[in-house]
């Protein structure tokens, strides 16, 4: 795990992962405006494997939150400054 950067999973919104996490009462971390991905701000990843390894804070329920992906479900993957808090703009897309 790095101390140093986000990372932001952008998930395919037709997936079956993309389709839990865009759900209204979801706990993503937002959605893209133009697209309607799904994303997820995680502390680590790992893609040595058949899928994504990804953890993530989310900001309800559970302190920590283990993810194995599909990498058919994911639209891309973002590295940020840990300190950054908007690192979305930066990468020009928005997030509702």
């Known amino acids: 795990m790095t101390d140093k ?3 932001l ?3 395919d919104p037709r997936s ?3 389709q839990m996490y865009a759900a209204e009462d979801s706990n993503n971390d937002g959605i893209t ?3 309607g991905c799904p ?4 502390t680590d990843i790992h893609m ?3 899928l994504l390894f990804a953890v993530r804070k989310p900001s309800k329920g559970p302190s920590r939150q283990e993810l ?3 990498y058919s479900a994911v639209v891309g993957i973002f590295q ?3 300190h950054d808090d908007e690192p979305e703009k930066r990468f020009g897309f928005q997030l509702r």
């Not at 994303?39 to 995680?42: A, G, H, I, P, T």
């Open 5 to 7: 950067h986000w990372f």
């Open 48 to 50: 040595d494997g058949p």
């Open 16 to 18: 079956a992962i993309g």
């Open 80 to 82: 940020a400054d840990r």
């Open 33 to 35: 405006v133009n697209a």
């Open 68 to 70: 194995y992906i599909p």
């Open 39 to 42: 994303v997820l701000r995680c």
């Open 9 to 11: 999973v952008l998930l």
